[in-house]
């Protein structure tokens, strides 16, 4: 009997606990799920796109569509500020990098938080990329939001250091939070 009240009463406490947990999640407007970057070209480019993020069970969800590439391989990374004012992209600064490690292939697990690899463009200049990263935030002293995606004009090496030798920037876009 005694046994019995106490599993009842361990039960209900989970339950209260799991639903004060997902309900927080999904209903606080302050922690972003959702974000999106709409690539713009730099000055004699022509590359524009979309990137999506998407917070998932394992990470966050990347999902670009790019077009105006040439074809092959892109450098792609999230770099540190969110200004593509410049007219080389230059303005949005280094790859976002808030644990000062090595640049390295997106899923290497000391790599930048902005690495992101290579998007890679078919004959007709359009690249379609989707990979979840485990380590971006999207909320959180380390979050990308506010911060901007960048495209190179060459792949990056993923091991040149400081960014993988992919040259100059051909597109960029600001991160911003995307409604529920
Ligand atoms: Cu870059």
């Known amino acids: 009997m005694k046994t019995g009240l106490l599993t009842m009463m361990l039960?209900?406490?989970?339950?209260?606990?799991?639903?004060?947990?997902?309900?927080?999640?999904?209903?606080?407007?302050?922690?972003?799920?959702?974000?999106?970057?709409?690539?713009?070209?730099?000055?004699?480019?022509?590359?524009?796109?979309?990137?999506s993020f998407t917070k998932v069970q394992t990470g966050v969800r990347i999902v670009a569509d790019v077009t105006g590439l040439t074809p092959g391989a892109h450098g792609f990374h999230v770099h540190e500020f969110g200004d593509c004012t410049a007219r080389?992209?230059?303005s949005a600064g280094d790859h976002f990098n808030p644990f000062r490690v090595l640049h390295g292939p997106p899923d290497y697990p000391t790599s930048h938080a902005g690495d992101l690899g290579n998007l890679v463009a078919d004959?007709?200049?359009?690249?379609?990329?989707?990979?979840?990263?485990?380590?971006?935030?999207?909320?959180g002293p380390n979050s990308i939001?506010?911060?901007?995606?960048?495209?190179?004009?060459?792949?990056?090496?993923?091991?040149?250091?400081?960014s993988g030798n992919a040259g100059r920037r051909v597109a960029c876009g600001v991160i911003g939070i995307v409604g529920p």
Do not use: F
């Open 123 to 139: 004959a007709s200049g359009k690249a379609h990329y989707d990979w979840t990263d485990p380590t971006l935030l999207l909320d």
């Open 88 to 90: 080389d992209a230059s």
């Open 11 to 51: 039960v209900v406490t989970l339950l209260a606990a799991t639903r004060v947990g997902s309900g927080a999640l999904a209903t606080n407007p302050l922690v972003p799920t959702r974000a999106l970057a709409v690539l713009t070209p730099t000055e004699g480019n022509s590359v524009s796109g979309t990137v």
């Open 145 to 162: 939001i506010g911060r901007a995606v960048i495209v190179h004009e060459r792949a990056d090496d993923l091991k040149t250091q400081p």
